[in-house]
Every structure is written in C-alpha cells, then in structure tokens.
C-alpha cells in the first residue's frame, strides 16, 4: 500500500485485500491490488473499461469461483477471516457480503417473495410473521415500501427499471449482509432513478459498508467519500474523494479524470 | 498536456485564455500610457487610457459568462476546475489593476498644472515599470501555467512595496519644504499608492496561477508596506 | 478513363430516378414471391393433412358403428335351463349358451341364422342375463351383434347375397346400426365386429407410462449435470456427441438392443409393457437431454448471478431458479419424445409386442400391444371387416396424440413465467 493509503486507513477496516492477483488462465486481470473496506465510508472504483474494477469487486465475494477458468492469489479478510480459506463457506460469505447487479435482476417471483427467498434459504424467519417484518424492513430501508406496499404480489419484473434495482438492493439488505457491493447499479436507469439510488445509498451508509463501481465519474464524486482508480489492472490511486476530483497526485489519474484519456 | 477527448472542451479553454490574455494586454498597456502620460503631462493619451478602460470592463463580464457555461457544460475536473476558477478570479484582478491604470490617468490633468518640473515624478517612473513588468510576468506565469515564475513575481512585490515607501517620505518631506505643492504632491502620493496596489493584485494573480498550477496555496504572506512614519 | 470521384465529389445519390424506382418494384416483387411461397409450402401441408383427415374420417367413423339384430328371445319357451335364482359363472358356462341363440336365431330367422349373427353373439344373451336375472322368466328382445357380413353389407360394402339379407332384415324392422360401445371396451379378437381398441389402448398407456417415468427424470438430471456442474473436459464433450448422435439413431436398433439385452440376458417378460416402456425410454432420453440442455442453458445467468450473490448454494440455484425456468423448454421436449415414442411400431415389434393379445394387460409385466404395433396388425388381416377397424384405430391414435399434446401444452403454459 502506498503511504498516502498507510495513512487514509480506517482503525477497524471492515475488509482488507492484501496484494491480490487475479488470472484468468493465463491473462493476469488484477496485478497486485491491496485496499480496505470500511464501514463509514463508500468506496468508489473508478477507471475505464477493462481496467479490472468489476473484477476486483467481484473477488470480494468470491463470485470470480463460478468463472471456472479463474484463479485469485493474495489475501482478502472479512472481519480478519480469510474469506478464501477452505474453512470459509461461500454461501454465507455471499449472504454477508451482498451484490446487486448492473442489470437489474429481479426473480422471476412476487416482490414479497423476492425479498423473502433469501432470508428463507437462511432460515432468517421463524414464521410468517417474522418474514412479514422483514419484508417491510428491507423494503422500508431499500425507499420502496410505499410503492408497493399494496401490491406486494404482483411481479417482480413488473417494476419500471429504477423500482427493480430498489428491489434488488431490497433482496440485498434482506439478509442483513455487512458489505454492500454494487456493480454499475446506475448504468441501465434514467436520471432521476439513478438519483433515487444515489440518495438511498447515502442513507444506507454507516450501517453497511458499501463499495461502489461506476464508469461515471460525477456518480463517484457525489456519493462516495473514498475513491480508487484503477487501470490496467493495478490501482493507481487512492484517496479521499474530494482529494481525488480536485487535484490528484498521478498523471494517469488526472488524464482520466479530466477526459484526456485515449 | 495531452488533448481533451473531446475536442470542443479544449477549444473552449483556449478562448477563455485567450480573452484573459487580451485583457492582460489591455491592462499593461493602460498601465504604461498612465505612466508615460504622467511623464509627459499627456492629457490626450490621458484621456484615451481612461477611455480604454471600458474594454477592459467588457472583456471581463464575457469571460465571467464564458467560465459558467465551461462550469455548466464541461464539469471539468482537477487542474481544468481549478484553471477555470483561476481564471474567473484572475479577470476581476485584472479589471481592478485596469482601473487603478485608469485612476492614474485620470489625475494626470490634475498634476501637470503645474509646469515645473517637481523631482518626486521622477520616482514614479521606475515604480510604475516594476508593477508593469510585474503584471506581465504573472500573466505570462498564467499563459504557461509556471508555478515558478508565478512565485518570483510574488516575491518581487516588496520592492514595490519598498518603493512606495521611499516615494512616501520623499513626498512627504517635499510637501513640508514646499507647502504650495501640497495639493500636486496629495495627487502623487496617490498615484504611488494605486501603483502599490497595481503590484499587490499582480501578486494575487500569481498566486492564483500558483493554485491552478500546484493545487497548492501560498502561505498567507503581509500584503502592505510597513508604515513606519517617521516622528 | 475518368478517375473515380473522391469522396468529396460524389454527387448526392438521386432516390427518385429511373434506376431506383427498378429497384424498389424488383425488391416489392421478390418480396411479394416469398410471401406467396410460403403461403404455398403452407397451404400445401394443410392439403396433405386435411386429405389424411378427410380419408381417415371417411373409413374409420364407420368402424365405431355397429350393426345390431334385434332378437325376440322368448326364455321360457327356448332351451335354455338356468335358475333365475343361481346365475353364477359356473351356471352359465354349462347352460351352452351359444347353442341357445343358435336355436332362437334360427327359429326366428330361418336355417341361415348361424351366417346373419356374429359368432359372438351369445355374449350378448349372458350380459342381459347377467345383467337382470328376470328376464328368463319373460320374453325380451335382446340385440345381439350381427356378422362381419351384415354389417358390411349395411353399410353399403357387402356381397350381393348379404345386401339382399339385409334388405330382408330391415324390413322385419330387426336391423339397427349404433355406435359400437364394445370397439373401446373390448381387446383383439379375430371377428371384426367384436374387436376393440381397449387392450391396445391399455398397453399404450402403460408403455407411455414406464417410458415417461423411465426418461423424464433421469433426462432432465443428464441435461442438468451436462450443463451445470461437467466440467469441460473431454470425455465430457464424447457424451455430449454420444447423446447427440443417439437422437438419431433408428428406431428398430432400439428394438434390437431391447431384445438383445431385456429379453436375452435379462430375461424379463417378453411383450411385456415393461420392456417396451424401458427400450423407448431409451429413444426418448436423448431428445429429452438435448431439449433441457438449450432450455437451461436459455435461462440469463443474470438469474443465476442473482440468486448465487444473495447466497443461494449452487443446488439451490438450479433448483429453485434454473429448473423452474427451464421447465417449458423440457416439457416440450418431452412432449416431442414422448409423441414420437407413442407412434413407434418397429422396435415393438422386434421385443415382441406383436403377439395376439385377446385380453388387455394388468399390470407393466403383462403381455400387452401397443395401438400402433395395432394398427399395423390389423392392417394386415384378411377380412374385409378389419378395414374400418384399423382406420378407427388410427382415429383412436390420433386423438390420444392430440389429447397428450393438448395436456403438454396447457401444463407449459402454466408454468411458463414471463421474466
């Protein structure tokens, strides 16, 4: 890590990635990454395409295990407990860190039972009662309750874009998760959905951490606190977010952000 | 400095600075005419320096709109925020160091009444090429974005300062030894207090050239001669 | 030679000129034959069908009729000794009952009875027997089923000589002809006018059944594990072009590894549902996994990432998200296999689902036919009777068909979720 990260370094990390290397056979995707996560603020990954930044997310939570050509090196901790351990099992790794896509993808079920699948599978609920709680507290937290509220049967897919993703992060929080990941949740909904997401990222920040990659810079500068910028697979820079739009330290950072790359 | 993707955005910097390099132009050359017409008791240039003034004005109320739509329409990042905001502040210096040159002109006919020739205007002068050079330099400094040049012109501000001074307790001692020139000498002392503020606001745009350069602020340094009056 | 223009030069192109206008009526016209042609291709196919219909209508709606003779039995003055009061089997066994109908026909019909009624006419008399002990107390008409002959001949196909009886028959007002209610109860027999479907529809049905449950399950978990959990190896690839490959094997190969290994080594039952149910699930496998494999591997992975990142196990996923979504595509495959296994005669015939079965089955381990290996029998006889029969069977077949599409297609439908 570099000194000016030695120094951005949260007390209490909540994640930690110590040098990770990614391979996809024989391509190396990620060289050498290392990087915390915490609780207080919402981290952005930023960079241009093909720079490794989904990649790395998706190492967080060992989605990269499907890719069955993939092959991850380095350490990644959650809460100090390797998370690539044999003694770590995935399923509840996946249910404490949670993913929501860049398309949204609700199941094909009924908004209730979209939420309530995953706390179902994890034994969340002792009845229905319970389950009920939890599907107005995940949508109440997610900002949807009150448009669905009465139509909690309906399908999930009859949603418009925005409502969908709110539903996702809603599927996401339902099972309580500590890390939020969010992979280009904004890049498929229109202005003033995305500004509905960005707003309830800001509500959901402090009692997740939340690590966010977008390829637009200005989403990453409203609702980040902390932002990285990676390229070519390596990171090139970390900083406070401010810090980083205003007057960053590498050349490379600088020519992505003010639109001289490529 | 690598080009912009896209290439209207670097087009729309480069006409920005162009304007701004205008007014700089604009506001040395009122800053010399000022002075040459005090020299000379040129009313007639005089008259011309205050005249120009109203482009100077001109030029900064286009590149104020200019830099909000460049705000509006560019959302530019990084050293291009900080160029653009430099720019905004730099223009409303260089319009007020217009108007000091302007100031000057305009009490020329007030001291070239008198036809003799009074030894303090000798002073002013040189005092008046310093700030020129200096304003030329921090606009040049502004052109190529050289935080260094910018720092040397920082640092030139107290021979300005010191010369203020000196032209000071000249004037002052004159007017004590020639009483009836104090009305001329009260016209002088303020034409060296504007030049001494021409310099002052050639240091601010430096350090704003600075900032748009580095990122960085100067360290907060005494703006002002030392008063220091002599009992 | 002049220069080709740069492209600064080239004019702009000129949409309404001659030229163009060419075009565009050359492009309407092509486009106008295709329409035409594949109204043709169409039209034709829908001729052939609806000459299949038209035919098969035409010979086989005769064969679900049956011409009747209405038999005055006068009980007590016929020669018949049975209580009313003991009608056991036993009882009616010894009470030689085709004698009796001989005796009464020919009283009533004169010395050419025997050739007027079927030879089973005599069951008739034991059902109404059978059916209401009282009757041998008074006279009752009974109608029993006329021969091969008389039916025939009243529907207007018989020999000039059976015309002529039945010409008399109808004017005694004793001929009817009404819907042949034994045709779907009763099995094979060697009288036209007794034979039934209901053996061979029983053996189909059972044979559906064991092919059904045979292949289904262990298709769809070949087509599940091929695409979810295989790794890409290369011995996953020679099962992937073995499956492939057995979907286009020949029928009757089915029919010879049935006989050579259920039949020869394993020695199970021959003609036995069962057996024919195993070999067809050995044809109807491979279209089940082909089917279930393009069906799984349509569902968007955008489910399977959903469901994987809220921390579903991987038997999860398929379960409760891949299966239930890939379910319409697996069913019509196994709509197609399975309506592919119904119509299959040859390798049925090769395990020996050809033998005479006069009684249908009772269960999967006992000897039964197959309406097709039926049809193909009955086909074959000599009897001129046999032929409405087999194109009433054929009728039979083709609405089972339809019946098993229909129920294929209504259970897709409901489980076909718009995503």
Same mark, same amino acid.
């Given at each position: 890590?570099?000194?000016?990260?030695?120094?951005?370094?949260?007390?209490?990390?909540?994640?930690?990635?110590?040098?990770?290397?990614?391979?996809?056979?024989?391509?190396?995707?990620?060289?050498?990454?290392?990087?915390?996560?915490?609780?207080?603020?919402?981290?952005?990954?930023?960079?241009?395409?093909?720079?490794?930044?989904?990649?790395?997310?998706?190492?967080?939570?060992?989605?990269?295990?499907?890719?069955?050509?993939?092959?991850?090196?380095?350490?990644?901790?959650?809460?100090?407990?390797?998370?690539?351990?044999?003694?770590?099992?995935?399923?509840?790794?996946?249910?404490?860190?949670?993913?929501?896509?860049?398309?949204?993808?609700?199941?094909?079920?009924?908004?209730?039972?979209?939420?309530?699948?995953?706390?179902?599978?994890?034994?969340?609920?002792?009845?229905?009662?319970?389950?009920?709680?939890?599907?107005?507290?995940?949508?109440?937290?997610?900002?949807?309750?009150?448009?669905?509220?009465?139509?909690?049967?309906?399908?999930?897919?009859?949603?418009?874009?925005?409502?969908?993703?709110?539903?996702? $992060?809603?599927?996401?929080?339902?099972?309580?998760?500590?890390? $939020?990941?969010?992979?280009?949740?904004?890049?498929?909904?229109?202005?003033?959905?995305?500004?509905?997401?960005?707003?309830?990222?800001?509500?959901?920040?402090?009692?997740?951490?939340?690590?966010?990659?977008?390829?637009?810079?200005?989403?990453?500068?409203?609702?980040?606190?902390?932002?990285?910028?990676?390229?070519?697979?390596?990171?090139?820079?970390?900083?406070?977010?401010?810090?980083?739009?205003?007057?960053?330290?590498?050349?490379?950072?600088?020519?992505? $952000?003010?639109?001289?790359?490529? | 400095?690598?080009?912009?993707?896209?290439?209207?955005?670097?087009?729309?910097?480069?006409?920005?600075?162009?304007?701004?390099?205008?007014?700089?132009?604009?506001?040395?050359?009122?800053?010399?005419?000022?002075?040459?017409?005090?020299?000379?008791?040129?009313?007639?240039?005089?008259?011309?320096?205050?005249?120009?003034?109203?482009?100077?004005?001109?030029?900064?109320?286009?590149?104020?709109?200019?830099?909000?739509?460049?705000?509006?329409?560019?959302?530019?990042?990084?050293?291009?925020?900080?160029? *653009?905001?430099?720019?905004?502040?730099?223009?409303? *210096?260089?319009?007020?160091?217009?108007?000091?040159?302007?100031?000057?002109?305009?009490?020329?006919?007030?001291?070239?009444?008198?036809?003799?020739?009074?030894?303090?205007?000798?002073?002013?002068?040189?005092?008046?090429?310093?700030?020129?050079?200096?304003?030329?330099?921090?606009?040049?400094?502004?052109?190529?974005?050289?935080?260094?040049?910018?720092?040397?012109?920082?640092?030139?501000?107290?021979?300005?300062?010191?010369?203020?001074?000196?032209?000071?307790?000249?004037?002052?001692?004159?007017?004590?030894?020639?009483?009836?020139?104090?009305?001329?000498?009260?016209?002088?002392?303020?034409?060296?207090?504007?030049?001494?503020?021409?310099?002052?606001?050639?240091?601010? *745009?430096?350090?704003?050239?600075?900032?748009?350069?580095?990122?960085?602020?100067?360290?907060?340094?005494?703006?002002?001669?030392?008063?220091?009056?002599?009992? | 030679?002049?220069?080709?223009?740069?492209?600064?030069?080239?004019?702009?192109?000129?949409?309404?000129?001659?030229?163009?206008?060419?075009?565009?009526?050359?492009?309407?016209?092509?486009?106008?034959?295709?329409?035409?042609?594949?109204? +043709?291709?169409?039209?034709?196919?829908?001729?052939?069908?609806?000459?299949?219909?038209?035919?098969?209508?035409?010979?086989?709606?005769?064969?679900?009729?049956?011409?009747?003779? !209405?038999?005055?039995?006068?009980?007590?003055?016929?020669?018949?000794?049975?209580?009313?009061?003991?009608?056991?089997?036993?009882?009616?066994?010894?009470?030689?009952?085709?004698?009796?109908?001989?005796?009464?026909?020919?009283?009533?019909? +004169?010395?050419?009875?025997?050739?007027?009624?079927?030879?089973?006419? %005599?069951?008739?008399?034991?059902?109404?027997?059978?059916?209401?002990?009282?009757?041998?107390?008074?006279?009752?008409?009974?109608?029993?089923?006329?021969?091969?002959?008389?039916?025939?001949?009243?529907?207007? /196909?018989?020999?000039?000589?059976?015309?002529?009886?039945?010409?008399?028959?109808?004017?005694?007002?004793?001929?009817?002809?009404?819907?042949?209610?034994?045709?779907?109860?009763? #099995?094979? +027999?060697?009288?036209?006018?007794?034979?039934?479907? %209901?053996? !061979?529809?029983?053996? #189909?049905?059972?044979?559906?059944?064991?092919?059904?449950?045979?292949?289904?399950?262990?298709?769809?978990?070949?087509?599940?594990?091929?695409?979810?959990?295989?790794?890409?190896? %290369?011995?996953?690839?020679?099962?992937?072009?073995?499956?492939?490959?057995?979907?286009?094997?020949?029928?009757?190969?089915?029919?010879?590894?049935?006989?050579?290994?259920?039949?020869?080594?394993?020695?199970?039952?021959?003609?036995?549902?069962?057996?024919?149910?195993?070999?067809?699930?050995?044809?109807?496998?491979?279209?089940?996994?082909?089917?279930?494999?393009?069906?799984?591997?349509?569902?968007?992975?955008?489910?399977?990432?959903?469901?994987?990142?809220?921390?579903?196990?991987?038997?999860?996923?398929?379960?409760?998200?891949?299966?239930?979504?890939?379910?319409?595509?697996?069913?019509?495959?196994?709509?197609?296999?399975?309506?592919?296994?119904?119509?299959?005669?040859?390798?049925?015939?090769?395990?020996?689902?050809?033998?005479?079965?006069?009684?249908?089955? +009772?269960?999967?381990?006992?000897?039964?036919?197959?309406?097709?290996?039926?049809?193909?029998?009955? #086909? /074959?006889?000599?009897?001129?009777?046999?032929?409405?029969?087999?194109?009433?069977?054929?009728?039979?077949?083709?609405?089972?068909?339809?019946?098993?599409?229909?129920?294929?297609?209504?259970?897709?439908?409901?489980?076909?979720?718009? %995503?």
């Amino acid at each position: 890590m570099t000194e000016e990260q030695k120094s951005l370094a949260p007390a209490d990390p909540k994640m930690t990635a110590r040098d990770v290397k990614v391979f996809y056979g024989p391509k190396q995707a990620i060289k050498g990454v290392s990087i915390d996560v915490d609780m207080d603020n919402v981290t952005a990954f930023i960079g241009p395409s093909g720079c490794g930044k989904s990649t790395f997310l998706r190492t967080l939570n060992r989605m990269n295990d499907t890719v069955a050509s993939a092959r991850v090196e380095g350490t990644i901790t959650l809460d100090g407990e390797d998370i690539y351990a044999p003694s770590m099992d995935v399923v509840q790794l996946r249910a404490r860190v949670g993913m929501v896509f860049q398309k949204p993808n609700p199941f094909p079920k009924s908004i209730y039972e979209n939420i309530a699948y995953g706390p179902r599978i994890h034994g969340l609920a002792a009845s229905k009662a319970d389950m009920d709680v939890i599907v107005e507290k995940s949508l109440r937290r997610a900002g949807l309750w009150e448009e669905v509220k009465d139509r909690l049967q309906d399908s999930g897919t009859a949603l418009s874009g925005g409502q969908q993703q709110r539903l996702c $992060i809603g599927r996401a929080i339902a099972v309580e998760p500590e890390v $939020i990941l969010m992979d280009e949740p904004c890049s498929a909904l229109d202005p003033i959905a995305t500004a509905k997401i960005e707003e309830l990222i800001h509500e959901l920040r402090g009692r997740y951490g939340i690590v966010i990659v977008t390829h637009n810079m200005q989403q990453a500068a409203r609702v980040s606190q902390r932002t990285a910028f990676f390229h070519l697979g390596e990171l090139v820079e970390y900083g406070v977010t401010s810090d980083i739009f205003t007057n960053p330290r590498q050349e490379r950072t600088k020519d992505y $952000i003010t639109g001289r790359y490529g | 400095m690598a080009e912009h993707t896209i290439k209207a955005f670097d087009e729309d910097i480069d006409r920005l600075r162009g304007l701004i390099a205008e007014m700089g132009g604009r506001a040395e050359a009122a800053i010399e005419n000022a002075m040459l017409a005090l020299q000379r008791h040129d009313k007639t240039l005089a008259a011309e320096v205050v005249a120009d003034d109203k482009r100077i004005d001109a030029i900064e109320a286009e590149v104020e709109k200019m830099v909000v739509e460049v705000i509006a329409l560019r959302a530019p990042m990084a050293n291009d925020l900080r160029d *653009v905001i430099a720019a905004l502040k730099i223009v409303s *210096v260089v319009e007020r160091i217009g108007d000091y040159a302007k100031n000057i002109a305009k009490r020329v006919p007030l001291v070239a009444t008198n036809t003799r020739t009074m030894e303090p205007i000798s002073l002013l002068p040189s005092m008046g090429q310093v700030a020129g050079e200096m304003v030329h330099d921090a606009l040049n400094a502004f052109a190529a974005r050289d935080p260094d040049l910018a720092l040397a012109v920082v640092e030139r501000d107290t021979v300005v300062d010191d010369f203020y001074n000196s032209v000071f307790r000249t004037l002052v001692t004159y007017m004590v030894e020639n009483p009836k020139t104090i009305s001329e000498c009260a016209h002088l002392l303020f034409i060296a207090k504007n030049i001494e503020r021409i310099g002052d606001h050639a240091t601010n *745009v430096a350090e704003m050239v600075y900032y748009a350069a580095t990122g960085k602020t100067l360290p907060d340094r005494e703006r002002g001669p030392d008063i220091q009056l002599e009992d | 030679m002049s220069p080709t223009p740069s492209p600064a030069e080239r004019l702009p192109t000129d949409w309404k000129s001659d030229a163009m206008r060419k075009r565009i009526a050359r492009r309407y016209a092509a486009e106008r034959r295709f329409h035409l042609l594949g109204l +043709g291709a169409v039209l034709l196919s829908a001729a052939f069908l609806a000459f299949l219909l038209v035919t098969m209508m035409g010979n086989g709606l005769r064969g679900f009729t049956r011409t009747e003779i !209405a038999l005055k039995v006068d009980f007590p003055a016929s020669p018949l000794l049975l209580d009313p009061q003991a009608i056991t089997n036993e009882a009616l066994a010894n009470a030689n009952l085709p004698m009796v109908t001989s005796a009464v026909a020919e009283k009533m019909l +004169g010395k050419d009875a025997d050739a007027l009624l079927a030879p089973t006419a %005599w069951l008739s008399l034991r059902d109404a027997i059978k059916a209401d002990p009282t009757i041998l107390n008074r006279t009752e008409v009974i109608r029993v089923p006329a021969s091969t002959d008389i039916d025939l001949a009243a529907k207007s /196909d018989g020999t000039p000589a059976a015309e002529a009886a039945v010409k008399r028959l109808k004017q005694a007002g004793i001929l009817s002809t009404g819907f042949n209610w034994s045709f779907l109860s009763a #099995s094979d +027999g060697t009288d036209p006018t007794q034979v039934g479907i %209901w053996g !061979a529809f029983k053996g #189909s049905l059972l044979t559906m059944l064991v092919t059904l449950v045979l292949s289904f399950p262990i298709g769809v978990a070949t087509a599940l594990y091929l695409e979810e959990y295989a790794p890409k190896a %290369w011995w996953t690839d020679i099962i992937e072009v073995s499956i492939n490959n057995l979907a286009a094997v020949p029928s009757i190969i089915f029919g010879l590894l049935g006989l050579s290994i259920f039949l020869n080594f394993l020695h199970l039952p021959r003609s036995a549902a069962l057996v024919g149910g195993m070999t067809l699930a050995l044809m109807t496998m491979p279209v089940i996994v082909i089917a279930g494999r393009n069906a799984i591997k349509s569902v968007p992975p955008s489910i399977r990432d959903a469901a994987l990142g809220i921390g579903a196990s991987p038997v999860q996923v398929v379960f409760q998200h891949v299966l239930p979504l890939a379910l319409p595509g697996i069913l019509t495959g196994t709509i197609i296999g399975m309506a592919r296994a119904l119509g299959e005669t040859a390798p049925l015939l090769m395990i020996g689902m050809r033998a005479f079965i006069a009684t249908p089955p +009772g269960g999967v381990s006992d000897p039964a036919t197959v309406l097709p290996v039926q049809i193909f029998l009955w #086909s /074959d006889e000599v009897s001129k009777g046999f032929v409405e029969k087999t194109s009433a069977a054929i009728i039979v077949l083709l609405v089972f068909l339809l019946a098993m599409n229909g129920l294929a297609i209504y259970l897709r439908n409901k489980f076909e979720k718009r %995503w």
